[in-house]
């Protein structure tokens, strides 16, 4: 995981408190990688390990045997609605959160 755009996540992350969904991080990263890696951040989202690849396959973000960086958007059962391949999200975490307000707001209507 890039630990940049996580930061960049978590100091934005009242960006996405206007909408209904759950943040997660999810990569091949074993858990206790992650586990070391939220506790030094003090980051307050989720960190999920894929380490067969399944998740990141169905939401479009498997790249060979690692993920890509990006954002995905499941519906609340769990289906595959948006995913866009983006190394910099974080970067851009304004222009993120913009696309994310209008997947799900496409969603919901």
């Not at 992350?13 to 951040?41: M, T």
């Not at 690692?66 to 995913?83: N, W």
């Amino acid at each position: 995981m890039c630990q940049q755009q996580l930061v960049q996540l978590q100091e934005n992350i009242h960006l996405f408190d206007d909408i209904d969904a759950d943040l997660y991080a999810i990569s091949v990263d074993s858990p206790s990688n992650h586990k070391q890696l939220k506790e030094a951040g003090a980051f307050t989202y989720s960190f999920l390990t894929d380490s067969s690849l399944e998740v990141l396959d169905h939401v479009n973000m498997k790249n060979d045997q690692i993920s890509y960086r990006g954002v995905s958007i499941l519906d609340k059962d769990g289906a595959y609605v948006y995913h866009e391949i983006n190394d910099l999200w974080g970067e851009q975490i304004e222009e993120t959160s913009a696309k994310i307000h209008e997947q799900i707001k496409e969603l919901n209507d």
